[in-house]
């Protein structure tokens, strides 16, 4: 059974930092691309981020170029999304999900940017 | 980027009787390895996103025969045959045709009247 759990998520004032993770397990991590979706309070879905098996190709949405990184530790099974300069606007739930068509997903973790 | 348009916004339905949501995408689906990259995905209230349906009409394992996806090109369909209670929720078109990025729909609400 797939099982993903993210962690990392608070409390951070605007231009703050939060390191999230997202532990894999029930398939075979190593060989499956990974991408980080959000959801604001009371929102839709939004795909933040994507990263392929080894690594060597990454992709973002536009609004978060240059503040967030996305990567991945396949030795330990771990995704991980970097996020610097942090807005208000980046507030909500952090998701992540198995493959380029998101076929399973964490339970979530809650960032809240505010002063 | 391609734009997912769902409609309607919020969908009332009576227990038993069928629903249906409209996905329309601002460009063709269709790829050109011949597979077409739209998805499906439930939110039940308070749960995370669950995935239903893949290119347009295939149902993940677990999911009930009730739900259906059709359609191809810029216009699809996901049908309840029959709404349960368990339904309600809000359902996500996606597309991973054309990216980056992958785009969601807005959303559909799916409620009992």
């Known amino acids: 059974e797939v099982h993903l759990v993210e962690s990392g998520g608070g409390l951070v004032q605007p231009g703050g930092s939060l390191r999230l993770s997202c532990v894999a397990s029930?398939?075979?991590?190593?060989?499956?691309?990974m991408t980080w979706v959000r959801q604001a309070p009371g929102k839709g879905l939004e795909w933040v981020a994507i990263?392929?098996?080894?690594?060597?190709?990454?992709y973002q949405v536009d609004s978060v170029k240059g503040r967030f990184t996305i990567s991945r530790d396949n030795a330990k099974n771990s995704l991980y999304l970097q996020m610097n300069n942090l807005r208000v606007e980046d507030t909500a739930v952090y998701y992540c999900?198995?493959?380029?068509?998101?076929?399973?997903w964490g339970q979530g973790t809650l960032v809240t940017v505010s002063s | 980027d391609v734009v997912m348009t769902q409609s309607p916004l919020s969908l009332p339905v009576t227990l038993g009787q069928p629903a249906s949501i409209s996905c329309r995408s601002s460009?063709?689906?269709?790829?050109?390895?011949?597979?077409?990259?739209l998805n499906w995905f439930q939110q039940r209230p308070g749960q995370s996103p669950r995935r239903l349906i893949y290119?347009?009409?295939k149902r993940d394992s677990g999911v009930p025969d009730r739900f259906s996806g059709s359609g191809s090109g810029t216009d699809f369909t996901l049908k309840i045959s029959r709404v349960e209670a368990e339904d309600v929720g809000v359902y996500y078109c996606?597309?991973?045709?054309?990216?980056?990025?992958?785009?969601f729909g807005q959303g559909t609400r799916v409620e009992i009247k």
């Open positions: 990263i392929k098996e080894n690594g060597g190709e990454k």
């Open positions: 290119e347009v009409s």
């Open positions: 999900a198995t493959g380029s068509d998101f076929w399973s």
């Open positions: 460009q063709s689906l269709a790829h050109r390895d011949g597979h077409t990259y």
């Open positions: 029930g398939f075979s991590f190593s060989r499956t691309w």
């Open positions: 996606m597309q991973h045709t054309h990216w980056p990025p992958w785009t």
